[in-house]
């Protein structure tokens, strides 16, 4: 009778909205390249094997800090399991996925082969990474909509033209800046502080600060949708 062995791993999907400061900010995942075959050079999703004596969310947060050192995680939530006999050569193993978002001020210091790369212009990857990819992020997509996960993405405190250009970025469309807050504030996901951003160097009236209700995820409409202009 033949037996078999199976591996189980803990991948992380983890995304960031980068470059704020510029004029197209771009929804971007983090990757490390592969040093050693199978699929050398190739880009990877941080993780590694499930441990004997770990559960799978204590497993995936000690390998984003253990081997990307990314500790500033504002959401992480578990995604799906692939499971294809072939995804990897070699023993059976199973991916369970997960999502992770780091709000858009952070800057972790990374190992020299970890980098953000846009989602929209990804590079060659590894195994069946790139469609854990794609799942991540229509995952997001589906969340900003009747959920108030916007604020793992946000700073704690924002003019709007800045959450704009964060749902902009992880919709993948552009959003009109005074809809989003008619949306957000009716469903009590942002709220005023009171105070106002430093004005720039073309003067103009300070433009009101927001900040999101709640750091911890809940439902806000589950029926909603942010669709694209038509």
Known sequence: MSQFSTAHEVLA???????????????SVLLWERALDPERGAWALPGGRLRDDEDLTTSV???LAEKVDLREIAH????????DPHR??????IASTFLGLVPSPA???????????????????????????????ARLIAKLSYTNIGFALAPREFVLSTLRSIYSAALGHQVDATNL????????????TGTTAASGRSGGRPAAL???TDDE???????????PPA
């Open 210 to 212: 927001f900040r999101f």
């Open 61 to 63: 947060r000690r390998q």
């Open 13 to 27: 999907v983890v995304f960031q909205v980068r470059g704020l400061d510029t004029r197209k900010p771009q929804l």
């Open 88 to 93: 990897v050569p070699g023993v059976r193993t």
């Open 181 to 192: 807050q008619r949306v957000l504030a009716r469903r009590g996901v942002i709220t005023r």
């Open 217 to 227: 995820l809940r439902v806000t409409d589950e029926f909603a949708a942010l669709r």
């Open 107 to 137: 800057q972790p210091e990374l190992p020299p082969d970890t980098r953000w790369h846009p989602v929209d212009d990804l590079p060659p990857m590894a195994f069946d990474h790139r469609p854990m990819v794609t799942h991540a992020h």
């Open 76 to 83: 992480l939530e578990q995604l799906a399991v692939f499971s």
